[in-house]
């Protein structure tokens, strides 16, 4: 797995009308054993933190957590 979206699925344009995000609001511990993920989309979730395995994401190139 080298690309995981979890985030918005409307364009920038109908995000400034509501939020749309998969309301996640935490990440499994073992989320640092997808270590050929390369591109992370998390935006507009309800995150708080990130688990301490997220670390160990040693290809993430891109994450996107906005709003």
Same mark, same amino acid.
């Given at each position: /797995?080298? *690309? /995981?979206?979890?985030?918005? &699925? %409307? =364009? =920038?344009?109908d995000?400034?009308?509501?939020?749309n995000?998969n309301?996640?609001?935490e990440?499994?511990?073992? *989320?640092g %054993?997808?270590?050929? @993920?390369t591109?992370l989309?998390l =935006?507009?979730?309800q @995150?708080?933190? /990130?688990p301490a395995? *997220?670390? =160990?994401? &040693?290809?993430? %190139?891109? *994450?996107?957590?906005?709003q």
């Amino acid at each position: /797995l080298e *690309f /995981l979206d979890l985030g918005s &699925v %409307q =364009d =920038d344009i109908d995000r400034t009308s509501y939020q749309n995000g998969n309301q996640l609001a935490e990440l499994p511990s073992t *989320f640092g %054993q997808l270590s050929c @993920l390369t591109e992370l989309l998390l =935006d507009e979730n309800q @995150l708080r933190e /990130l688990p301490a395995s *997220f670390g =160990d994401l &040693v290809s993430l %190139q891109w *994450f996107d957590i906005g709003q």
